[in-house]
């Protein structure tokens, strides 16, 4: 199995919060329109191409409900949207534990490149998130067992509201500066780890909830 997985050619899809019906947000469904149409183009190199959904939720916000009243996962809800346009579910796989894009690269690399030895992929996400994601993507690549071939693409954020863009743009960078201070120390995957649990707000022991202006928390 592990051989068979080992042999495609991944796209990684980076989930960005849901509407209030459970369904993507317009910009998530773009970066999924152009997954979809990457995969609709078929074998390359010789390797199927196999999509990888991350994202569990977030912290900024309650989670939502099915009718059942169980927990829908963005992932899961990018893996619907998905399927529903044409793309075989056997070639999908969902992962659901991520809470920001931080944990995103954390679990590419402990549920997915260690694991299925991944030798090629292409993370997808929109243009505002591109370079945070890309920090972190590279830094967890590090520590991969493998050669790993990364390689990105940006989504036009033309379907966001402008101020509201420009708000999760500072936002971004600001991050983005927070994680590149963070990794100075964290030379290791064990290092990281041991912070990721302790320190991370989602993933330590006691979380601490900040409030958030609700046009920008609705992006999330």
């Known amino acids: 199995m592990v051989d068979a997985f080992n042999e495609c050619n991944y796209i990684i899809v980076l989930a960005g919060g849901l509407n209030e019906d459970g369904e993507p ?107 945070r994601s890309k920090i972190i993507f590279d830094f967890f690549i590090k520590f991969a067992e493998h050669d790993v071939d990364i390689s990105y693409l940006s989504i036009s954020d033309d379907v966001m509201n402008k101020d509201i863009l420009d708000n999760r743009i500072k936002r971004e960078k600001q991050s983005s500066i927070n994680f590149m201070a963070l990794i100075k120390d964290k030379n290791n995957l064990t290092k990281f780890t041991e912070w990721f649990y302790t320190e991370h707000n989602a993933y330590k022991a006691i979380i601490t909830y900040y409030p958030m202006d609700n046009k920008l928390k609705n992006t999330y």
């Open 25 to 131: 947000h317009d910009f998530v469904k773009s970066r999924l329109d152009e997954v979809i149409n990457i995969y609709h183009n078929g074998i390359i190199n010789n390797k199927k191409n196999k999509i990888i959904c991350l994202g569990g939720g977030t912290y900024h916000k309650p989670p939502n409900l099915n009718k059942l009243n169980y927990v829908i996962h963005e992932s899961s809800s990018c893996a619907v949207y998905l399927i529903e346009n044409g793309v075989n579910e056997n070639d999908v796989m969902r992962e659901w534990s991520s809470y920001d894009t931080i944990a995103n690269g954390f679990y590419f690399l402990t549920n997915f490149v260690l694991p299925l030895k991944i030798k090629k992929c292409k993370i997808v996400t929109s243009n505002f998130h591109m370079e």
